[in-house]
């Protein structure tokens, strides 16, 4: 059995991770840590879990974790992973850290949009950016992973086939997104309040959210060049899931046959990205609760341009549920297993 531990577990990334590591069949469950709920039974602040998950929360001692843990998984605000990951690795464990801390290449991109320093710098070179559908050989022998962004993954496999095989201007490209209020984290603010969010949908961080340099970084790695994109994220009356819309100008003329050809060859053999048949589009309700990233592309033959629609859960395989993934192909273990089965509907 893998002992797996989960730092920051009662955030409701963490509460997803723990609510899949508890269903997995190889795992045991080594601790799970809380500030504010140190103390107390986690399913008493989850009570879904009631019956599933018996261990207390305990207060955050790092090494006293690690040291009882195969695998570490933060799951933290941005900032707080690299501590952790300095205690694992010397520890000779493996770290799956769910938030921003090492997805970047470089520690300037990260601190010029995080606003904080990189203090694990020497760490960067031995993370692997946790997307298995382009990283699977790295991440198979890797100790540190940087688990993606929620709106990154669906941008970033919705793009793949496309800017691998040379098919779009890459500057042309504009990534529209609309994001569940799971997205922001339990934490109480203004801005998730159900007044300011029900029956609403408004764009934020036009321009400028920190999600963008993750996106351009794993693109332009796609693409063979640097390429910049527009991403507008908006927030939505939905608890979970994100929708993108994607539009790119072609390069040279494609069919939408040759489109949906692309897409089913390039993700061929992927258990949890489903390119759906020509005539049908993602919806969020058809992900929910699943590891699954849905996709549909259609040619826009009168403008020049493709638009590709990518639907995730943001909680499962936006965070816990690619972050499971990745403990599997890192343990040699079925990339599916405790991940199995279609999500909830409606
Ligand atoms: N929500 C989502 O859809 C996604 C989230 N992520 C990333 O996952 C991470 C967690 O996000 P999310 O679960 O949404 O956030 P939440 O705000 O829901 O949870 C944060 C967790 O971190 C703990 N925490 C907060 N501040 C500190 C601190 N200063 N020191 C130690 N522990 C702290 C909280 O502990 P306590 O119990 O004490 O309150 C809580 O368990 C973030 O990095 C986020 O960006 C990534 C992809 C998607
Ligand atoms: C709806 C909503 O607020 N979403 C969050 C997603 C943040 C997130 O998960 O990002 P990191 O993992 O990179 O911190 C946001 O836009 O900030």
Redesign the pocket.
Known sequence: MIKAGV??????????LVRLLSGHPEVELSGL??????GRPFWE?YPHLYKYVDPV?AE?DVPALVAQSDVVF????????MAVAKETLAQGKALI?????FRFRDAATYESWYKVEHTARELIARAVYGLPEIHREEIKVARLVG????YP?SAILGLAPLLKEGWLEPDSIIIDSK??V??????LSLNTHYCEVNESIKAYGVAGHRHTPEIEQELSALAGRQLTVSFTPHLTPML?G?LSTIYGRLTRPLSGGQAHALYRDFYAGERFVRVLPPGMLPATKAVAGSNHCDLGVVVDGRTGRVVVVSAID??IK???G?AVQNMNIMSGLPEDTGLCGPGVYP
């Open positions: 730092i920051g577990a009662t955030g409701y990334a963490g509460a997803e840590t809380s500030r504010n709920y140190a602040v929360c955050q933060t799951a933290l605000p941005h900032g707080h992973a850290d769910l938030g921003a801390d688990n993606p962004g929620c993954t994001s569940g799971s997205g922001a984290g339990r934490g979970r994100i943001n909680l936006g965070a816990a690619q």
